[in-house]
């Protein structure tokens, strides 16, 4: 860093503090390619987190993979996921061979089609496809054998464009070229990129949108002291502000229950039990949406 004092003189004030932002940055981006969008998909799209262990494999299916990472390593052939499914899936044999264990972070099962996702950070190191991919392959031929009447899509998936000018913009061609070896093993198709994933989770259009308003609405510098106003159920005898509240945080489901709260408690009232799951919080004490709590309430609500 020091060697690049000149060029940094005026925009870094403090070397150290610029070295533990950028690990902070790192740590970000992982986070947002992981834990938040394996979250978020989920809710998005009814999906799950799926393990797959104790597979297996025809032998003769495992040298077409081999086969065909061979030929994209040395440029011999390019990503074409419709030539490498039909070599994967037409391929039969009578020994088998065990494959390994493997995990699809975002699993969706439909009546005519398995979707399996990927999900990855928006700087992968370096390296990292040509396992990608053979995994993938790995995946997609175990899930025809557990699914064989189903059609099986198999997708790395990106949660946001880092090189776009936009929040929610994106540009596959030119994230490829930012990450080595990405177009060598991987098509346009093999991937869901920014928005392009998150309408494909929703099958709705604007869903990025969405959750960026979200997340701007709720991650403010002042988000602990309204967190802290939540976890007091004593502020709730602020109905008109209670209310506003819930609405900037979009806690749309909650506001249906607090101006339905008298109904509820009248449902329940000879209820120890329900009484005190009205009476939690709406976050958990790790900071986690007390999803039981509104579930139950919820119920309640419906019943006659």
Not at 28 to 45: D, M, V
Request: glycine share 4%; charged share 25%; aromatic share 12%.
């Amino acid at each position: 860093m020091n060697a690049f004092s000149e060029k940094l003189e005026g925009k870094v004030t403090s070397i150290p503090v610029f070295i533990s932002l950028a690990s902070w940055m790192h740590g970000l981006n992982t986070s947002l390619g992981q834990s938040f969008l394996e979250k978020t998909a989920h809710i998005l799209s009814d999906g799950d987190k799926r393990e797959f262990k104790g597979l297996k494999i025809f032998e003769s299916q495992h040298s077409v993979i081999s086969e065909i990472i061979a030929d994209l390593k040395n440029n011999k052939e390019v990503p074409n996921i419709q030539r490498e499914n039909s070599l994967i899936f037409n391929t039969t044999g009578s020994f088998e061979r065990d494959i390994p264990n493997f995990t699809a972070d975002i699993f969706i099962e439909d009546a005519d089609k398995i979707i399996a996702i990927e999900s990855k950070t928006v700087k992968p190191n370096s390296g990292v496809f040509k396992n990608e991919k053979e995994k993938i392959l790995y995946g997609k031929i175990a899930l025809k054998r557990l699914y064989p009447d189903k059609a099986i899509y198999y997708y790395l998936g990106f949660p946001f464009d880092p090189l776009s000018a936009t929040p929610t913009g994106y540009n596959k061609t030119v994230f490829m070229n930012y990450s080595v070896d990405f177009k060598k093993y991987f098509s346009s198709e093999e991937f869901l990129l920014s928005a392009e994933l998150w309408d494909f989770l929703s099958g709705e259009a604007q869903t990025m949108e969405s959750i960026i308003e979200i997340i701007n609405a709720v991650a403010t510098v002042d988000f602990k002291e309204k967190f802290d106003f939540f976890q007091n159920n004593q502020n709730k005898i602020y109905q008109a502000e209670y209310i506003t509240r819930l609405q900037n945080w979009h806690l749309l489901r909650e506001k249906t229950l607090f101006e339905n709260q008298d109904k509820i408690l009248s449902k329940i009232k000879n209820d120890k039990s329900l009484t005190r799951i009205f009476n939690q919080n709406i976050f958990k004490s790790s900071g986690e949406y007390n999803k039981e709590r509104c579930a139950n309430l919820q119920e309640i609500l419906k019943k006659n």
